[in-house]
């Protein structure tokens, strides 16, 4: 009798576990109007702790208690924009940066902890190693401060600026003279290293315990990386200009329905497909104008004086791509992987052009790097690197690819679309016959095989992992017939997943509600709205 009341016992808390315990329940919800919700800034850093940055202050709250913990202003001059500010929670601190304003609070009471930082902040740069504020004045000095995470500690590295006597039209002509107040020794020379180049002493004479180098910089808005064990200063120059001009839309094939005198019904979408077409080519003549252009790169490590600048040269756009062990340079179809030490690794050509960083500015690139493969995504195909050496393990097709995500049992998610290899040669042409969806791919790390693909792709499909929990959000519209003066309805659902197969364990649905933005920690889940914000709570064994 005993052992048959632990299994009913059991098997009771099962059934209660699978059809109950499971779905999530709402801990903490918030409305507000919508003109205020574009404002308000919400972040889940750590599960039941909720980060808001809103009215001018920033408050933590216990979502679980419903409780604010402690709430401080945001000090004068902080950037106006207080919907997207840069959040980093570690084990004593949170930081809130802005573009010219940087707060460190203690997690614990909430008081706001001074920050040396000299003159006006220019530009800031957060990683997950550390945050770099680049400060000065423009025209002349400028200073680097590292702020190493989690434990604060500081460094700071001047950068000075000069011109030459003939003062030259393109500010990519400017001279940029560096100071580390970690040097002391005088400069070496280093041209016999390969990539690097020559370290020259200037006419005037430099500070004491500080040693001055001459680079040529261009006022980019972010040139400052954390590259883990430095930090990247990255400065691009235009060597000669090229552009190519490719056909960007098919040519009209057969008869046009414009010349058909009776349009029938069923013709309605091609009638409406042709006619926008005909409107694209108009504006842009149906050309994509490619950047070829011949561009010089020199990356320089800041706080670590003994490592050589390296200097080359690239087609296309160039940008930086830092990971765990490598860095990336990337431009057109190339890629160069260096070492922390700005030694050179390899390099690879992609089979389609990289789309630009700034495409992914909430994600990151669709990148990742594991203890034993590199996953890169151009915008046509991921390809499995080894990190070492540059071999390729394989290569999958899947176009418009936006993030790259690993559990933490190494299963390897995209999320990516429906869409053929040919829009991206025709990528000004509109189809309303093949819509762009997305949908969320399981692959294989050892041989890129597709394991599941979500069963009910959407306008807007996206992957969240966080830890063993995998989820997706999906938001679309739908529009009535009836009611065309009222617009469409929209919908929303997150769903938690089975990572194995894909198959959904539970789905929350709201209609009508405008979507910003979902994050996760473990098993609790943030959702905000434009006129809500919820947090999120399940049970899980």
Not at 214 to 226: I, K, T
Request: with cysteine; aromatic share 10%; hydrophobic share 40%.
């Amino acid at each position: 009798m005993g052992i048959v009341a632990l299994l009913l016992l059991a098997g009771a808390a099962w059934f209660w576990y699978v059809w109950f315990g499971r779905d999530p329940k709402v801990v903490y919800s918030l409305d507000f109007p919508k003109s205020s919700g574009a404002s308000a800034f919400y972040e889940l850093i750590a599960p039941g702790r909720l980060l808001s940055v809103k009215n001018q202050h920033v408050t933590l709250m216990d979502a679980t208690q419903q409780i604010s913990l402690w709430s401080v202003p945001v000090p004068a001059g902080a950037d106006d924009s207080y919907a997207a500010p840069r959040v980093i929670a570690t084990t004593n601190d949170i930081w809130v940066a802005w573009s010219a304003q940087l707060m460190r609070i203690d997690r614990q009471s909430g008081a706001q902890k001074q920050l040396s930082i000299p003159d006006p902040i220019i530009n800031i740069a957060t990683g997950d190693h550390m945050i770099l504020v680049l400060s000065g004045n423009s025209a002349t000095n400028q200073v680097v401060t590292q702020f190493s995470l989690p434990d604060g500690a500081t460094q700071t590295e001047e950068i000075g600026l000069s011109t030459r006597s003939n003062t030259p039209a393109n500010p990519a002509e400017a001279v940029v003279v560096r100071e580390s107040a970690a040097a002391s020794a005088p400069a070496q020379d280093t041209s016999g290293l390969p990539g690097a180049v020559l370290t020259k002493n200037l006419s005037f004479q430099p500070r004491a315990n500080l040693v001055r180098r001459e680079m040529s910089f261009e006022d980019v808005p972010s040139p400052l990386f954390d590259a883990g064990a430095n930090a990247i200063w990255f400065q691009t120059r235009l060597l000669e200009r090229r552009e190519i001009r490719r056909e960007a839309m098919k040519k009209p094939a057969g008869k046009s329905v414009l010349d058909n005198p009776n349009v029938t019904a069923s013709q309605g979408l091609d009638l409406a497909e042709e006619m926008a077409n005909n409107a694209q080519r108009e504006r842009t003549g149906g050309v994509d104008i490619v950047d070829v252009s011949r561009y010089q790169v020199t990356l320089y490590r800041l706080f670590a004086p003994a490592v050589p600048d390296w200097t080359g040269e690239v087609i296309g756009p160039p940008e930086i791509v830092p990971l765990k062990t490598v860095d990336l340079l990337v431009a057109g179809t190339s890629i160069l992987a260096f070492d922390k030490n700005n030694k050179k690794l390899w390099d690879a050509k992609l089979t389609f052009p990289y789309s630009s960083g700034r495409d992914f500015e909430h994600t990151g690139p669709p990148c990742l790097e594991t203890g034993d493969a590199l996953y890169f995504a151009d915008k046509g195909m991921l390809t499995r690197f080894d990190p070492s050496t540059g071999n390729v393990r394989w290569r999958l097709t899947s176009v418009g690819i936006s993030a790259v995500q690993a559990d933490d049992r190494g299963r390897l998610y995209l999320d990516t679309t429906t869409l053929g290899p040919d829009t991206i040669q025709y990528s000004q042409q509109i189809s309303l016959h093949d819509r762009d969806l997305r949908v969320i791919m399981q692959v294989d790390p050892a041989n890129g095989n597709i394991l599941w693909r979500s069963d009910f792709p959407g306008s807007s499909y996206h992957c969240l992992v966080s830890g063993k929990f995998l989820y997706s959000s999906r938001a679309w519209q739908t529009q009535d017939a009836l009611r065309l003066e009222e617009g469409p309805d929209t919908h929303f659902t997150f769903k938690l997943l089975q990572p194995a197969d894909g198959k959904m364990i539970w789905n929350h649905v709201l209609d009508n509600k405008h979507f910003v933005k979902a994050e996760v920690q473990q098993n609790w889940i943030l959702l905000q709205f434009e006129d809500q914000v919820a947090v999120m709570k399940f049970f899980s064994l």
